[in-house]
């Protein structure tokens, strides 16, 4: 069965330094997304991305935060300076982008800013 | 109006009992209702959805009962069984953005 796959699964950085996370969305699907999820706390949505541009995003998303597709398989988030608060757990998702919205989430990368 | 508010926290049920959980929401453009499912260090994986024409949808043991004048949504466990114990999130979503507004989240815990 497809995945959504990520990578790295866990990331460790100094604060202020930039992090660039990887994910491989399902290889039909046409919308992506990034989500974070603070320890112990609900799944935030950060951004969808369909036809190579930002098609949402939330106050979360601030210029701190870029995302690429630098080719026909990957999507990328990248975080330039990060900070304290930035310590989550990051998911990639990808939809079909058809009237079936279900999205699929990938097991997520680890982020831990020191 | 953007929130989905989700209850209990956590739930603990006897193997074999029913765990029932609620969410609630403001927004009535919401379309669509998905139920993930979340082990530890695992990203959600979808379980059951539904969409405001129906009130209800079974799939195994499974069902979302949907009261669209309520604005309400539950998910019901029948059996429920050990390995069920995970986090369940639910969500909403509506037409024109892809975006989900999750729940808080209830950390499940089925007694053998």
């Known amino acids: 069965e497809p995945e959504v796959t990520q990578t790295p699964s866990h990331q460790v950085t100094q604060m202020g330094q930039e992090v660039i996370l990887r994910c491989v969305p399902i290889?039909?699907?046409?919308?992506f997304y990034w989500y974070r999820q603070i320890l112990g706390q609900k799944v935030e949505f950060l951004v969808s991305f369909y036809n190579n541009e930002i098609s949402e995003k939330s106050e979360i998303f601030d210029d701190q935060f870029s995302v690429e597709r630098p080719d026909g398989s990957n999507f990328t988030l990248k975080i330039r300076s990060t900070k304290l608060e930035d310590s989550a757990m990051y998911f990639c998702?990808?939809?079909?982008?058809?009237?079936?919205?279900?999205?699929?989430f990938g097991p997520g990368t680890r982020l831990l800013v020191l | 109006q953007q929130q989905v508010k989700q209850s209990p926290q956590s739930l603990i049920v006897q193997k074999g009992g029913i765990s029932i959980i609620n969410c609630a929401y403001e927004?009535?453009?919401?379309?669509?209702f998905p139920w993930y499912q979340q082990f530890p260090g695992k990203g959600p994986a979808l379980l059951i959805a539904i969409r405001p024409d129906v009130s209800e949808k079974k799939e195994g043991r499974f069902t979302i009962s949907f009261n669209k004048s309520a604005k309400q949504f539950s998910l019901h466990i029948m059996d429920s069984q050990p390995g069920d114990s995970a986090t369940y999130f639910c969500a909403a979503s509506r037409a024109g953005t892809y975006k989900y507004i999750f729940g808080t989240g209830t950390r499940l815990k089925v007694l053998a």
């Open positions: 998702a990808s939809s079909e982008g058809t009237l079936q919205e279900t999205q699929y």
């Open positions: 927004n009535t453009a919401f379309d669509y």
């Open positions: 290889s039909n699907h046409l919308y």
